[in-house]
């Protein structure tokens, strides 16, 4: 069998980074489970949770009053299927607090105890559910990423949008956390094209693991991601190092136009 040698062969398992990827247009599965019997596990579990996790629902509610005041939930607009628009729901992490220009302040400054502890714990993650039941989500996908990526997204990783987003995906060789943009797109792809009821059973025991990892706390509370911008999909610095190139560009640039 001839294979093409641009092409690089992986399983669910493993997902492999090339840079000419881009240009091969995924293939997503299509079977009875992906097309039915997934939604109705999905809504099924969900409906349980919500009842089952009523009592917990109210009691972090009360605190977001308490700790972030009103309105409770985080509500952001997010891609679905086939791209369309959904609101997303979270309990918020932060407060409102603004400076006196009216600018919110920094993130670093609102976060509160409280709002790092439903990071850390990810309770934050439990409004879900409500998506879930509506159909925006699933328990399993491509997690439901800013509006603003559609249009910087090369063709390839559109494709990630030919399922309905998850809560999570699970990095690959057991880590907490995505090396690079492409590193999780192609984890996207690799669930896109291999999706299945297995696959979703392997995937919810790392998600639940990734969970209870102590060092997941540091990776959910620490907002240490570099925003995609279309053009940084292999970069591997953190947000820090990245202001900081950044900033040292900024300089020299505005050195050399003084000196011109």
């Avoid at 972030?68 to 952001?76: A, C, E, K, N, S």
């Avoid at 590193?183 to 790392?206: A, G, H, P, R």
Wanted: glycine fraction near 4%; include cysteine.
């Amino acid at each position: 069998m001839m294979v093409n040698e641009n092409i690089c062969c992986c399983t669910a398992d493993i997902v492999c980074i090339e840079s000419n990827l881009d240009e091969i247009i995924p293939v997503p599965r299509n079977s009875v489970y992906s097309r039915y019997i997934k939604r109705i596990i999905d809504f099924s579990l969900s409906l349980i949770g919500v009842v089952v996790l009523s009592p917990l629902l109210l009691v972090l509610t009360v605190l977001e009053l308490i700790y972030h005041g009103r309105p409770v939930l985080y509500v952001t607009l997010r891609p679905g299927k086939d791209e369309k628009l959904f609101n997303l729901y979270k309990f918020r992490s932060m407060t409102n607090e603004s400076a006196e220009d009216g600018e919110l302040l920094p993130e670093k400054y609102r976060l509160t105890k409280f709002g790092k502890f439903l990071r850390a714990t990810s309770l934050d993650e439990l409004p879900s559910l409500f998506n879930i039941i509506k159909g925006d989500l699933a328990i399993i996908g491509p997690r439901p990423l800013l509006t603003d990526y559609l249009e910087l997204y090369p063709q390839r990783y559109r494709y990630r949008h030919s399922v309905r987003p998850g809560l999570e995906l699970s990095p690959p060789a057991g880590r907490l956390y995505f090396l690079t943009w492409r590193e999780q797109f192609e984890n996207d792809i690799s669930y896109v094209e291999n999706v299945s009821f297995t696959l979703d059973v392997k995937q919810l025991y790392l998600i639940l693991k990734m969970i209870l990892s102590p060092k997941n706390n540091k990776v959910r509370t620490d907002d240490t991601r570099v925003m995609f911008d279309g053009t940084n999909i292999d970069d591997t610095r953190s947000k820090r190092e990245y202001l900081m190139a950044r900033s040292q560009s900024v300089k020299e640039s505005n050195g050399n136009t003084l000196a011109g």
